[in-house]
């Protein structure tokens, strides 16, 4: 198929071009002839902006790619089409956080440091784009995608700019938070924290013996001895493997502030401290600081209060504080926040010393729980009623054994065992109490904060945002692939996490100006091609014509678009 021009000669001896669309077909004696698809009249009077449309319409069919192959001007070869759109992209918001800057201040004057800023770019743009290993990266650059300013690397010059990396990993951290306030003017007067484990997928007996818990399974932040990799509590349900615990300070935006790398036995409660520590030299002291019911410990809390901030904290309801308990059973009148929330302020205690905290009610989630708790009740009845028909037929030791196993199955079982309790003759039955009692829960949740002057609302709102820094560490675990860690020692591991979090930045200041998620974006970027065309007279690079929706996405990440062409050089 092919645009065909025919002429012919008027009246007046002037000469008139037609096209049409046509391609070749043979007719019954195999000599090929035009057949005419479509006329497009006169070529002076032809619409060309809809020819225009036709030929974006088969580019948009083949692809950037193939449409950069078909477009290869006579007597050129097309050689590749690596991406661009991505790289253009994550470089200039790059350099406008100011990443590359305080990175190449951070270099400045040192020996062996050349080129530092380039690689760690190449590591932190792969991992926004497709993540994967260090010396992945190495073959990646150059292969599929292309940026201008970065050239191969090797991975040494990777492993190298990672230890560089550690070394003025604060410096760079405070740079980079300071330049996305001011960019996107965030509100950093409140301040979400949160941990998460990240595990590594080695045997156990590869580990040495300082990577063992000790006898509590846990260690203190700031206290610790021998490799970071250690057995803990994993949020991965994975207590089998080694693991790392990583904490991330988020603004209600959900932009990062700063991350920490912890051994993998450390305790949750022994992390504020030096969070807040760090975070006070940033002049966010006074800010307030919200964390879930694992950091509210009476030293936490404190913590927080140092400096001049303060906090939001959720407390757990089955903690048995006296507090809690009387927290909950207050009376009081509930207020409508939201259709799906409803708060009842309370204080507990008298004059200065007196607690205020925030009964939150969810009557949505209340019955969810209700038909939640329901489901079990009847599992356990129809597991009662197995066991006591089984304890009637047992007559051999190994039908009673059978009905002792079952027994403890139910006893021991993670959810169902809380509604269960054994009698004086040692029968299970239902324990209406704990029913009636995990009834007044239904929906709950409640929360604790220092700052009198906030309003209930506020702080039931403000504690809902948390679920940014949960949405972070999914995308961190998720979209730029976290795990797997293939490093093992401490300081490879602790500059890992570090380009994983300066890649997040990145996502989540394009995210936010573009108001779509990462995945949006990075598959209309990832359309934008750049073509190298090989000739007799030498090479050039052309970028493929970019879409309406490519245009308007550029516009607004506030990023210029690619120049259409780029190297030209001479045979």
Request: hydrophobic share 35%.
């Amino acid at each position: 198929m092919y645009l065909r021009t025919t002429s012919r000669r008027a009246k007046d001896g002037q000469v008139v071009r037609y096209l049409a669309l046509a391609h070749n077909e043979r007719n019954e004696r195999g000599v090929p002839v035009a057949r005419v698809i479509h006329n497009f009249g006169r070529e002076d009077l032809v619409d060309r902006e809809a020819l225009v449309r036709l030929v974006r319409s088969i580019q948009r069919f083949l692809g950037s790619e193939e449409g950069l192959r078909a477009a290869a001007p006579r007597g050129f070869e097309f050689l590749a089409a690596p991406e661009a759109g991505g790289p253009h992209v994550v470089g200039a918001l790059w350099e406008q956080l100011g990443i590359g800057r305080a990175i190449s201040r951070a270099a400045a004057g040192g020996r062996g440091r050349s080129g530092v800023e380039r690689a760690v770019f190449t590591m932190v743009c792969q991992r926004c784009l497709e993540p994967a290993s260090k010396l992945e990266a190495t073959r990646w650059v150059g292969r599929d995608v292309v940026k201008d300013g970065v050239a191969g690397v090797s991975d040494d010059q990777l492993y190298r700019a990672m230890d560089f990396l550690l070394g003025c990993a604060e410096r760079v951290q405070e740079s980079v938070f300071f330049s996305v306030a001011h960019l996107l003017n965030l509100d950093v007067d409140v301040i979400f924290f949160d941990t998460t484990s990240t595990y590594f997928e080695c045997e156990p007996d590869e580990l040495g013996d300082d990577d063992r818990p000790g006898d509590d399974g846990e260690s203190v932040a700031g206290e610790r001895e021998g490799p970071l990799r250690r057995l803990g509590h994993s949020k991965d349900h994975r207590p089998d493997l080694p693991q790392v615990v990583v904490g991330l300070a988020v603004t209600r935006e959900g932009v990062p502030v700063r991350c920490w790398v912890w051994p993998g036995n450390t305790n949750d409660q022994t992390v504020i401290g030096q969070v807040k520590a760090d975070l006070v030299g940033w002049r966010l002291g006074r800010a307030i600081y919200v964390v879930d019911a694992g950091f509210s410990g009476r030293d936490n809390l404190r913590a927080l209060r140092s400096a001049g901030g303060h906090y939001i904290a959720g407390m757990k309801l089955r903690s048995g504080m006296k507090e809690t308990e009387a927290a909950l059973s207050r009376q009081g009148r509930y207020r409508t926040v939201r259709d799906n929330l409803r708060v009842k302020e309370v204080k507990v205690g008298d004059g200065d010393a007196a607690e205020r905290f925030i009964v939150c009610h969810n009557p949505a989630e209340a019955e969810r729980d209700r038909v939640r708790r329901d489901r079990h009740i009847q599992r356990i009845t129809a597991e009662l009623e197995r066991l006591d028909a089984q304890r009637q037929r047992a007559t051999t030791t190994a039908e009673r054994d059978a009905h002792r196993r079952g027994e403890c199955a139910l006893r021991d079982h993670a959810t169902l065992s809380r509604y269960v309790r054994q009698t004086t003759s040692g029968r299970l039955v239902i324990d209406r109490e704990k029913i009636r009692a995990e009834e007044r829960l239904d929906g709950k949740y409640l929360l604790t904060t220092s700052d009198p002057a906030l309003p209930a609302e506020d702080v039931a709102l403000g504690y809902k945002q948390l679920l940014e820094a949960e949405r972070s560490f999914r995308d961190l675990k998720g979209v730029l692939r976290l795990r797997p860690v293939f490093h093992s020692k401490d300081e490879r591991i602790r500059a890992h996490v570090l380009i994983c979090f300066l890649a997040l930045v990145i996502v989540r200041v394009a995210e936010t100006r573009a108001g779509q998620t990462w995945r949006t974006i990075r598959a209309e970027l990832g359309e934008i091609r750049q073509g190298h065309f090989r000739g007799h007279d030498g090479e050039f690079t052309q970028t493929t014509e970019l879409t309406a929706s490519q245009r308007e996405l550029l516009r607004q990440l506030d990023v210029p678009e690619p120049p259409r062409f780029g190297q030209i050089t001479a045979a």
